[in-house]
């Protein structure tokens, strides 16, 4: 009988040995993609931080050239508003590399080529241009990103 109990034993360790090494092999597998592309996805979290505080910047800056008359900032700084929200949004999301980080990548790229658009409306303006230029990086992170993860993904 105690034969019977060993052969017993010996299976379940070669169940429990096959089936560790299987679940460690797709981890390897599954890991390299996601390394593979950690310096893109690195990249669109810092940029989208980035266009966060220029947009912030220029937000403020617009409501100063606001409260002397010039109107024509209000959509402006609306905009600098939302797309710095949706820049905070996403650089938390892909920061963490949460399972919305694409939707949101699409709407801040979206956002950012909106904003840029209207501050570049404002040539002269320093403020805005830099708003603009950070807000053209963030687009590119993103959709980068997205590319690149997404191309991971498939596979």
Known sequence: MWYRYFAEVLGF???GSFLLGAVSTAWAQD????????????HCAKACAECMRECES???????????GQK????TAGTCSDCSELCAAAAKIVSHRGPMAGMI????????????AVCEKFPDDEHMKHCAKACRDCSTAC??????????QDK
């Open 13 to 15: 360790l070669a169940v």
């Open 31 to 42: 890991k390299q993609p996601h390394e593979k592309h950690a310096a893109h996805i690195d």
């Open 58 to 68: 220029c937000l403020r800056h617009c409501a100063d050239l606001i409260a002397v």
């Open 72 to 75: 024509d900032h209000i959509i």
């Open 105 to 116: 990548c699409e709407c801040c790229a979206k956002a950012c080529d909106t904003c840029s």
């Open 143 to 152: 959709r980068e990103m997205l590319k690149h993860v997404g191309q991971a």
